[in-house]
């Protein structure tokens, strides 16, 4: 044990009692933190702000694809509905024409000439010898499990695809054709979505069925000499696509849906 003399202790007593009295240094705080703490602040009621917005007083893992079908499903009837009346108005323009045509010798004569062209046209149904190709996804997986190095865009049909076999079919020769029943005409785009096809405004679910009226035989060629579709036979022996084709009598349906132009061009000479 230690013993300190009287005057060494009060020595130690008066430098404690000075300390005392005098003003504590303050502190600096540091700047970087009394900056970051209203950002991080504002930030976090941005975030905040932000997924009540998009929730919209929902919860965000909630699944919409009830709603999603509801609202397809309401477009499609609009679709329908809309077509009906259109259909509905086509006919009254024709039948206000037809008799117009009976007391106008000029009417009745742009009549005569434009019913000329209309099967040429794609507006009147044609039946006949000729062939049907469907193209298919391949079968869904029950294990949900892709094998190596496959993708599942190895295993629907692309846009490509149904081009491939639509301009094989016309370069074979084909004088007709419809696809999913649906006459194609010089103006007729096909486009798909994912694994549906879109044509003429509407959309389509494989298996995708294309209809030709022609030689068989020539049109039967034309699809084996098509690289495209050459391509895709190859996908249905790698990844079980589907593919069939068929010679029978078949019928391609009469256009009927609008003939608006929304530009047009004149050849060349």
């Keep these: 044990m230690e013993y300190t003399s009287g005057a060494a202790s009060w020595q130690k007593v008066l430098r404690r009692a000075v300390a ?3 003003p504590r240094r303050p502190r600096q705080r540091r700047p970087g933190w009394s900056i970051g703490v209203p950002l991080i602040a504002a930030a976090a009621g941005l ?6 917005t998009t929730a919209g007083g929902t919860a965000l893992r909630e699944d919409r694809r009830p709603q999603l079908n509801q609202l397809i499903e309401e477009r499609r009837q609009q679709v329908a ?9 086509r006919q009254d323009v024709e039948e206000r024409t037809d008799a117009l045509a009976e007391q106008d010798g000029p009417i009745k004569a742009q009549q005569e000439r434009a019913a000329g062209s209309r099967q040429a046209a794609g507006f009147t149904a044609l039946t006949g010898i000729g ?15 892709l094998p190596e190095g496959v993708s599942n865009d190895d295993l629907v049909v692309h846009q490509q695809d149904v081009q491939a076999v639509v301009n094989a079919l016309w370069a074979g020769g084909a004088e007709a054709m419809s696809i999913m029943n649906v006459r194609v005409l010089a103006t007729s ?3 798909c979505v994912g694994n549906t096809l879109l044509l003429h405004g509407r959309v389509y679910s494989p298996p995708f069925k294309i209809v030709a009226i022609g030689d068989p035989a020539a049109m039967q060629k034309a699809l084996a000499e098509s690289q495209g579709v050459r391509l895709f036979k190859d996908a249905v022996d790698h990844y079980q696509l589907g593919y069939r084709e068929n010679v029978s009598t078949v019928t391609v349906p009469a256009f009927e849906d609008s003939t608006a132009l929304r530009s ?3 050849p060349g000479d």
């Design 20 to 22: 005392g009295l005098l």
């Design 47 to 52: 975030l905040f702000t932000t997924t009540a």
């Design 81 to 89: 509905a809309s077509e009906q009346r259109a259909a509905a108005l």
């Design 131 to 145: 062939m049907t190709v469907e193209l298919n996804d391949a079968p869904r997986r029950s294990d949900q499990r």
């Design 189 to 191: 785009a096909v486009r």
């Design 264 to 266: 047009a061009t004149v």
